[in-house]
């Protein structure tokens, strides 16, 4: 319980501004690749962003150096307010504040739906069993598949499994949402479930940084898109002008190829 | 006095089978801690520990088993310490399992799809958690199979114990052939106990393996 309120109570702290990430001349690379070069980028509390671009563009990197899957040579990224260069003890914290869903699904096979559920909140945030399992039932209602709580995630469809994949991160509370390709591996028939939770999710307000071609949901969530190419954010704008009148040569190049 | 190869001296061979288990379960439960923490180093993201664990598999595996026992036999001595085969028999095979199990454990926790870290990290679980409940209970079931397969060799393997005087099955046959003189019944009945031992645990591996290629094929 204590838990809780706490949270809630310094949730605007550390943020004193509005901003949930602010990446700055960030830059990476993979021995000789150059996977982000000189990436600047601001996200508002509350915004809905949508990277999009070829494959190889970096946009996966980008994402993932949010919550430190990645490390970075260079530059600054803070994350509410916590800047994660300053040691291990505030990439832990964004860890907690982020959830992110994965291409791959990647549940843990060998446990249930509920205990994939339950186990970050209860091993991390201390949480008490009970409690973390009403949070989970809460989310699994949510993303509309409470009765497959006690299946193992092999004997769920791929929409089932990213929708408890969705589910699992946002046990945690999450402030912010990281989705990369989450339709990506699902066939065609699945895709629009899981891009309807992520609608709801949107709809309440969640801050949220979707890699995705999905450009019919870009379109219809977004607030800002942003086209990456080789490494680089070549473009972003509202979706309307963004899709509408396109500034760039590879941007058009790439929406043409996409539609 | 020669005396003939019989009935109680088939038991005394068949009694000293308790030796060969205690020694291979005292192996194996020590190879078994000891090969965890090998395997954890060789995986770990701390680079001096890696390169010990990598030194430690390469030596013992780069090195027959015999000269494992004699090195811990007679070093004992050269340290100050007594004699005593029990004891260095369980030490030198104890450091050899370590070796084995760490090097084959290590393949099965990189076998376990790297999303699944990545998705344990993401939601916050730190360093052990990780491992306690996301990876080494996924690795634990791809090591089922592999793990008894070497058990049977760690079984075997304890013969070669009996040349630092440890009396366990190939040493009892010895000394009863040393008094029957009837060597193909002495050996054939210590070599048929030896399979009687192992044979189901082959057994058992290869039903285990079957078991899991059909459980992650989908």
């Known amino acids: ?259 | 006095m020669i005396r003939p190869f019989g009935w109680n001296e088939f038991l005394i061979i068949v009694m000293a089978a308790q030796w060969t288990i205690a020694l291979s379960a005292i192996a194996f439960a020590g190879g078994g801690i000891g090969g965890l923490l090998v395997a954890l180093a060789r995986v770990s993201d701390i680079r001096p520990l890696r390169i010990l664990a990598v030194g430690f598999i390469r030596v013992f595996q780069g090195t027959p088993l015999l000269m494992q026992l004699f090195l811990v036999f007679f070093g004992m001595n050269i340290f100050g310490l007594a004699i005593n085969p029990w004891v260095a028999a369980s030490i030198a095979l104890t450091l050899h399992a370590s070796a084995f199990l760490g090097e084959i454990w290590r393949g099965c926790v990189e076998a376990v799809p790297p999303g699944q870290r990545e998705a344990a990290t993401a939601l916050g679980l730190k360093y052990v958690n990780r491992m306690r409940y996301i990876i080494l209970p996924q690795a634990t079931r791809i090591a089922v199979a592999p793990t008894v397969g070497f058990l049977v060799q760690l079984i075997k393997g304890t013969s070669l114990a009996a040349i630092i005087g440890f009396t366990e099955l190939t040493r009892q046959g010895q000394i009863i052939n040393n008094a029957t003189f009837s060597p193909f019944m002495v050996f054939g009945t210590v070599a048929a106990i030896y399979f009687v031992l192992c044979w189901p645990l082959s057994l058992l591996a290869r039903r285990m393996e079957v078991r899991f290629s059909r459980s992650t094929q989908r």
């Not at chain 1, 070829?54 to 509410?80: A, F």
């Not at chain 1, 399992?133 to 598949?145: G, P, Q, S």
């Not at chain 1, 992520?198 to 979707?210: F, H, K, R, V």
């Open chain 1, 1 to 259: 319980m204590t838990e809780v309120t706490t949270t809630a109570s310094t949730a605007g702290m550390p943020g004193t501004s509005d901003l949930a990430v602010t990446m700055n001349g960030v830059n990476k690379w993979y021995g000789q690749f150059h996977a982000l070069k000189d990436i600047t980028l601001t996200v508002a509390r509350g915004e809905r962003i949508v990277i999009c671009g070829p494959s190889g563009s970096g946009k996966s990197t980008l994402i993932r150096c949010i919550n430190r899957l990645e490390s970075i040579q260079k530059g600054k990224i803070v994350v509410d307010g916590h800047d994660l260069g300053a040691g291990a003890k505030s990439v832990d914290v964004v860890r907690q504040e982020t959830g992110m869903v994965f291409q791959s699904f990647n549940l843990f096979p060998h446990m249930t739906v509920l205990e994939n559920c339950t186990l970050a909140p209860i091993k991390v945030r201390g949480v008490s069993s009970a409690e973390a399992e009403a949070t989970a039932r809460k989310f699994l209602e949510r993303v509309r598949i409470p009765e497959q709580a006690d299946k193992y995630p092999a004997q769920l469809s791929g929409g089932q499994q990213q929708r408890v994949a969705i589910a699992r991160a946002l046990c945690m509370n999450p402030k912010i949402m990281l989705f990369d390709e989450p339709t990506s591996a699902l066939d065609p028939e699945m895709v629009k479930e899981v891009l309807d939770t992520m609608i709801d999710l949107a709809s309440e307000g969640m801050t949220m940084l979707c890699v995705t071609h999905e450009m019919g949901f870009a379109r219809q969530v977004a607030d800002r898109v942003i086209f990456m190419d080789q490494g680089e954010i070549v473009e972003e704008g509202a979706p309307e002008a963004f899709f509408s009148s396109p500034k760039h040569e590879r941007t058009r190049n790439f929406l043409g190829q996409i539609s």
